[in-house]
């Protein structure tokens, strides 16, 4: 796959990458039976997602890796195999829910994760919003830039000053218009009378790199 033909290049940033159905809808089937059958303990719950880390805990630290499934492994190395981690590979999957109306504040994934974000999105479609902070004296106040609209089976890589020095989030809404003009990536129109459309259950599999990753087996002492 020639990732260069992917290149989203009508936003004057040369780190973003959209593929559509990079994955295949019986292949997004059974990743979507799996992750039903994951037991609610697994599941972090947020105010307005749920959330489960897969291959360990990043913190400040570093990780202890955990053994990841199978199913979830596959992805990781289909990953790796496009070769935008290089030497730093994918090893670690934060696995979101999000129903329709919930969603994530603009935020920066920050330092615990090499800064290239991978996503394959799963169940229904979202939309992307990127923000820049802007500070003055002693107040800051987020300035609207650019969204992308994010189908279900599609991989979105963002990475370099898209990781950097934009926010990225997804408004607490229930349903997208897609005649937007901010929605910087094509989108079919849905029909001629309305373009707005539903949004359903979304999870999202982001797939990062956590260096400073040791094998090491937690022990417990009596
Ligand atoms: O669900 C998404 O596509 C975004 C998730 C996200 O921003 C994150 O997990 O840091
Ligand atoms: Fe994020």
């Not at 292949?27 to 039976?33: A, G, V």
Request: net charge neutral; glycine share 4%.
């Amino acid at each position: 796959m020639n990732l260069e033909e992917y290149k989203i290049d009508n936003i004057n940033i040369n780190t973003c990458y959209y593929i559509p159905n990079f994955i295949t809808e019986s292949e997004e089937k059974l990743l979507l039976h799996e992750i039903n059958k994951t037991p609610t303990i697994r599941w972090t719950q947020l105010s307005n997602r749920r959330l489960i880390q897969i291959g360990g805990v990043p913190t400040n630290k570093g990780m202890i890796a955990e053994e990841i499934p199978k199913i979830y492994q596959t992805y990781i190395e289909r990953i790796n195999d496009l070769n935008i981690f290089k030497e730093h590979k994918a090893n670690h999957i934060l696995l979101n829910e999000y129903l329709p109306g919930q969603g994530i504040l603009p935020h920066c994934d920050g330092p615990l994760f090499y800064p290239i974000i991978s996503t394959i999105s799963l169940g229904s479609h979202t939309v992307l919003e990127f923000n820049k902070q802007q500070n003055d004296d002693d107040s800051y106040k987020i300035v609207k830039e650019f969204k992308l609209f994010i189908a279900p089976r599609s991989l979105l890589i963002l990475k370099d000053n898209l990781y950097k020095d934009y926010m990225h989030g997804i408004s607490e809404i229930t349903e997208d218009n897609l005649d937007d003009p901010t929605l910087k990536n094509v989108v079919t129109k849905i029909s001629e009378s309305s373009n707005v459309l539903a949004r359903s259950t979304r999870y999202s599999l982001t797939i990062r790199n956590v260096p400073r990753t040791s094998k090491m087996k937690l022990k417990f002492f009596k």
